[in-house]
């Protein structure tokens, strides 16, 4: 039996081959769509908290395609014993947080990102951490598109967006090749 000594060639193609089904293997999960009524809800997430605890913070975009405003105005979480919709602002050099009361309004055909830094979900009570990795099912309410599921994706304890999202995790940079191999 003769075995044929691999080309550099070959091992060049297996190599990169095998790089390319790593990215898609270890490429981030993208958070989920959700659609209810005229509003669309993606990159929902959140931030792992650690032990002990009592609050968390949940972050989303929803965009409105209708003709018409609908407003988030609150929910609930099994995880949590509240959940409220909040805002963070800076005045004056001082830093507020507040329940929006009335809740937010996503005007027909614009987009509202609730975000670090500025409108939120606060999960209030938590009966265990959010651990990364997790997926925690929340139940928001609109006005006007009623209850609506999704799946907040827990991401690292400081993380500023969703896995996935931007040129964060996922994407291989092929001008860092290993052993000095280039394209």
């Known amino acids: 039996m003769q075995i044929e000594k691999p080309t550099f060639m070959s091992v060049t193609r297996t190599i990169m081959g095998a790089a390319v089904l790593a ?10 769509e959700v659609k209810a009524g005229d509003l669309v809800i993606t990159q929902a997430w959140s931030r792992a908290t650690p032990g002990g605890a009592k609050i968390g913070s949940g972050y989303l975009t929803i ?18 014993g509240k959940l409220q919709v909040h805002e963070m602002a ?4 001082v830093m507020t947080m507040r329940p929006l009361d009335n809740g937010l309004t996503v005007e027909p055909g614009k ?6 830094g500025g409108y939120h979900l606060m999960l209030f009570d938590l009966k265990s951490p ?3 990795g997790d997926k925690v099912p929340v139940t ?11 799946s907040l994706d827990v ?6 967006g969703p896995a996935g999202a931007g040129d964060a995790g996922g994407h291989m940079d092929m001008k860092k090749m290993p052993d000095g191999m280039k394209m």
């Open 63 to 80: 965009e409105n395609k209708g003709s018409a405003p609908d407003r988030l105005v609150g929910g609930s979480a099994d995880i949590a």
């Open 23 to 32: 990215c898609f293997l270890a490429a981030p999960v993208r958070a989920e």
């Open 140 to 150: 928001l309410e609109f006005e006007k598109a009623g209850k609506v599921k999704l």
């Open 130 to 132: 959010l651990k990364q």
């Open 155 to 160: 991401q690292g304890v400081g993380a500023q």
């Open 111 to 116: 987009t509202v990102k609730l975000a670090p």
């Open 90 to 93: 800076t005045t004056n050099g």
